[in-house]
């Protein structure tokens, strides 16, 4: 009489790779085949891996984040047939509800070595460094980053529905000019490789055409979202997608029990495995309806709330770490806000390299405040204080600098997984050993 | 016994020119005189001119904001002598109100003109416009913007302390750098520009030298903040300014009733004339103990709270209007997010004129989302349902559009203010006519 | 390395009679042995039985709630004997997590036969009702209450540590003094009662003492909380629990989904079987090193919000319902918020009884405006309107009701299960057939 | 062309007995003559005294509060005509703003002598007692009760409609059979009192007639609302009023610059004399469209919020002091979670006056938590956290237990105003000397 119970519509299996399993791909094309199909209006859970397919493990060494195969990421559970969805309609997502696995109450947040993949600090904190969070309910600690708790703003980084062809081919043609433009001495954007394509359940041939032609899934793209990382699109959100193909190939993944705004750490926020349970609902032509050109949506009421006198703010303006002055350039501003937290920390004993893991994961507060003051865009990041176990407001900071040389506190911080056999002097030296150009923004693309 | 009646320590005259008015100044320079002393620990009332001192008017035209003379703007109260500042201290400056005058109770927002100051959108929006705010205690309403009333997050948009002379040179040199590298058509900084400089109570030869010398008040800067423009530094806020100069003369103005995330149009706050009170602590030797580089602040408590399910967050991603693909460029992506958010405005009959100076000023919430996902850089823009007096949801959107061929549901969203003698349609006609490069960030400065 | 999966302390067999599972019990006694240990600090899964212990169905009829037998209700997981906590201790818990079973994703709400068990109404409502609810993730809905959905405000409606002997001995007495001393036609406290009491593993002999002393779960108790019905002691929330014996002897049960302040048909949150997760930590001396003669909790940080103005706040007064003054009680007061609320929801089409399940177990907002001015104090419950899927304002009120002569804007509501056989006009003539005293507070007991 | 300066419709003159200004009254009574005009849909500012009409000053001593003359208090501003308003609409009222005058910043919270006045816990502090409280912008501070700062949650404690002469015998009637009733030793309700009466600019018959007839101003009443006190409906409310008579007589009164829920002192909020402004609308018809017998309000925006993990719950039982069993008493039971906080406070070095006078006054959460478990109704107190200046939190109390036999972490905490020439130890030898009653509620009635 009642509702049954929730119906799982894709299960994964951590003892079998993520390429062999056909619920699952690692490309966005409209022909990958449909993993199952949900009903309008239908609610289902969907389990998901973590982002790397399993690469990283519950351990204090940082081996596995500086080796990681960056070829092997990103593997979405589907693509869904969501019945009756057409081209022109919109699909509405309401996420019920994300959870890691109950046997798996565990996730990480890494820092990249800059020779494999980066951050938006890389110039700075160029090593590979890990933390691994435990879950326990709605809260997660971690000994590598000590005196810090706090509750899961739990979300998908990835969520969307499938490019059609035309589509498609817009999204590689206008990524290949930026490529083909480049003069950095880094990637800036990456073209379709069939390297490590997983194309869910198509055979060899059209497996081959989705290597060839399919976008990558790093980048969220605005005509349909995609990898878009947005740390508020939590529990009880409604998010308005486009729909491109028939049946909509609706496509989750890469969940995050936390993520600060930025993700700043690039493999930043707590990546985990879990399960997402979601209510679709098709809007028929919403997409004119709306006049949609990219998703919206509508955050959930359970967000983690601390007051608005709970957060320090830190300023960032586009003046650059080496005080070179940039025009209005708010990914620049950001980076200054996010550096002048690292400071801040530090003063209470937490290394850089711990403090950058933290605002990349924890729901730290990212906004642009002015973007017309030439040349200065400002931006703010808000850091809030109650996810410490310890008062770290600015006047107890003046406090515990008084209190003795090290300006510590007395606490013992521990220190966050590195590469085996680095100790963290060594890292430290690191940071001075600076390339030319950073990952972040406007800044590099211009040089 | 109790304490008496707050003190006043700057008083502005609205029948005098800003110009004349010794307590006012418009440059950030060290040796401006004291307008005033203020005791450690005391809390002073202070009034300020609107930003344009007075040159926007209370009516129906946007001729003065089409011709105002930015050269005299952004004339603050001050610089103050803090009793007991010295540089290496940090002034602790608690917002205890901010409140417009009484026999005042109204504000503006406007979009400059292209050819004259321009805004973040101004390659498609070239046209000035205007919308007068009428304030009632808390809340403000336009009439050249129905069915919309919100209350005031009302704050400074400048507040600092002087820089040192040293500290004035580098700003003078790393501006200059940008200047004459600038390959824009348009201006990416401003260098010291002696006319219009009004030096407060200085003679003639240190006026000349401060016209020479100081640095203009548009930008904010890292060292001090100054033109931060942060919408939540509103009342029972507190910040800690880096002090400078001995005595930190310490200045303030540009009062905003409400802002947006990024104060869009440029003129994008509700400007106003008004009350500032503040208190002041020194922090001895702060910046040192605190290691502060730029100011950091605690918000206060009784910020416009609309629960988190009461917006609608728009998606912009760093592909521009002209669907060419930018690198982490959040300039880029917040832009396309404030255009996704007026064309959804549209269909509910709002111009675009008037959307955008409605989300220059209405509190919305700009969000760094994701800033590592090469190459799109993701930001959100959250507007909050509630200052509308109308359902503005998604699915009433949907609902609005069914209902007839304008999709504006049936209400008369009567017209903002424009430039005398020219229609709405002439105005729109103007946003095909774009120009090369728009204001907003990294984009132009690459090209 | 990482931590472990977190340890299960209780599991519940839904194939066996309550009565018979050896880690459950329905007194409070100093002599019920201890369940299964838990280590100062750790974190546990206890699994719990709804508090009828699997009597309610999901169906829709209102029989099993009519016939209710209210001797075998409250069966508690436990007691637990935490490590080290000994009489004078806190015990500190955190409520990491409270679940629903995922193959039970349901609960439900009563509203009790005023002759078996009756409620806050029951004069005025003196028929069994009931509403099933559904779980999807975060959310809940319910057939029997259409157009409504909200997020629970999840959280154990009982829980404590065992009296000592000698605060049972003062808890029985005073309640003996009441009953002793009521002259009212219905209980006002309730004896311990052999029948159907559950010890837990105790033999034979013991649990017979038990049953003589044992006190009764229903009410809440100053000296260790147990049945506080606390509706904001939701997940995250610490609460610190006065120790009475050697261990603590721990228990738990009653998981409500959600409940609105007062739980007014005493049946009235959304009962649920489900599993909760909790951290211990023992605070030695604690009783004393904070005075606490009663619990203490500290709320978490992700209670569902709406925003202060997204509440109808409706005003009770201590006049009652004949129109009889009462002299500052608190307790009339709240019934009459509660009834100015049903009434009000009239208008939309809601029964009677459909409004005071939901006002029940929805996160209404029960406040104590004031206390002081005679003979009148003044509660308000707020009603949050988000929590609907139309707008209820007031406004929107107006219109619903100059629609048509329903007033119900044309919604089809549905009913509520009753008991077999009745129709909802028979339930409500029920109405008009007042008892003398109602449930609900010193107005029955005065008389 | 933009709207005017905001009319004030009634100036109070501090200078004059408020029982000699006409547009001042303190009775409800349908014949009191208008004092002045608003117009449907007008926005006016209107002054108000403090309700003791000025007889408290801002000093040390608490003689005046002692020594109140009770007779001569709630002086409202009014009655206001509003046009076209009569017998069947709805006033729908939304303030705007409430400000204290700006020479006038402070206000006070006083506790009663029991023997002129008293409160809700006259039995246990029967003493006159005092604090002033200085204003600056939105926050307040005491120099009778240090290390606490807040916001204030500004609202008028009185505002309604008056009653057509049937609805004023009704309330005449009930309150006299209450009167008629009582064998308490104490004022269980008040009946009509020409002494002391001020009829506005009634003439000597007319203001003899209104003193035999009109209500009492202390107690709110169901039918308009009156002396609610309710702490929320603050600036940004809008409040729905029934009007019964023509031009609906609307009064306003009794400012507070903060209170606490159950404002428990009696004299409790932060009384203060102000302008309140107000918006007014005619809802014709109003209350039987929407079926209304009491007001309802939605509040306002902008309340200061602190996240729900920032407040401490006391835990109340209707279990009183000298551990009698009461049935369902929600009076008895507010009364313990306000002794348990007072107790709580102590720790710290608060004296039992000083905590009971700030309990009063600042924005504490009180909650009707269970109301259905007998014989124990269950009430919550929430105390926020971030008004002291220093940590309260549990474990912090428990270490500054710790540090010696103070336990009151070294901070001097000062006194508040007692009557001339007691000792604090004087005043609390009182509190032993218990009357057989106290103040609130059923508790007393019934005996």
């Known amino acids: 009489m009642g509702k049954s119970t929730i119906r799982t519509v894709c299960k994964v299996d951590f003892d079998r790779p993520a390429s ?38 519950n351990d204090d060494s940082a081996d596995d984040v500086k080796n990681v195969d960056l070829t092997k990421v990103h593997y979405l559970s589907g693509p869904f047939e969501i019945e009756g969805a057409a081209p022109g309609d919109l699909l509405l997502v309401e996420i019920m509800d994300v959870q890691p696995f109950e046997d798996r109450p565990w996730g990480f947040t ?15 904190y160029p090593s590979a460094a890990k933390a691994i969070w435990d879950f326990e309910g709605i809260y997660c600690t971690s000994r590598h980053i000590p005196h810090v708790k706090f509750a899961g703003l739990i979300h998908p980084g990835i969520l969307g529905c499938a490019p059609s062809a035309e589509l498609l081919e817009t999204w590689n043609k206008r990524e290949a000019e930026l490529i083909a433009a480049n003069k950095l001495d880094r990637d800036v954007a990456l073209p379709p490789q069939p390297l490590s394509c997983h194309a869910g359940s198509a055979d060899r041939e059209l497996a081959e055409k989705i290597g060839r032609e399919g976008a990558r ?27 491109h193909v028939p049946g909509a190939k609706f496509s989750v993944g890469d969940l995050h029990f936390s993520q600060g705004d930025g993700e700043i750490s690039f493999c930043g926020a707590i990546e985990m495995a879990g399960i997402i349970t979601i209510n679709f609902q098709v809007i028929k032509n919403g997409m004119a309806g709306l006049g949609l050109r990219s998703p919206v949506y509508i955050p959930g009421p359970v967000e983690p709330q601390f007051g608005p006198g709970r957060y320090i703010y830190f300023e960032g303006f586009s003046v650059d770490e080496a005080g070179r002055q940039h025009y209005m350039d708010v990914t620049v501003a950001y980076r200054q806000a996010t550096l002048r937290c690292i400071e801040y920390l530090r003063r209470f004993g937490y290394s850089d ?30 850091l809030p204080m109650d996810i410490f176990d310890f008062d770290i407001s600015p006047l107890a900071a003046l406090d515990a600098t008084a209190e003795g040389e090290t300006g510590k506190g007395g606490r013992d911080m521990g220190r966050c997984a590195f590469e085996s056999g680095r100790t963290e002097g060594e890292v430290r030296s690191d940071a001075g050993k600076k390339g030319r150009v950073s990952f972040g923004g406007g800044l590099a693309y211009r040089e």
Request: aromatic share 8%; glycine share 14%; with cysteine.
């Open 20 to 57: 062999e399993q056909p619920y699952l791909h690692n490309r966005w094309h409209p022909d990958i085949p449909f993993a199952g199909t949900i009903k309008d209006g239908e609610t289902v859970k969907i389990e998901c891996l973590d982002w790397t397919g399993g690469q990283i493990k």
């Open 110 to 124: 890494g820092v990249f070595d800059r020779r494999n993949g980066g951050g938006f600090l890389d110039e700075i």
């Open 217 to 243: 899934t790093i980048p969220g793209r605005p005509e349909h979202g995609g990898n878009c990382d947005i740390k508020n699109l939590s529990r009880g959100s409604k998010v308005f997608l486009p729909v």
């Open 353 to 382: 390299y711990q403090a950058y893991l933290l605002l990349s994961c924890a729901p730290v507060q990212g906004h642009v405040a002015g973007v017309v003051d030439i040349p200065n865009a400002c931006t703010t990041l808000g």
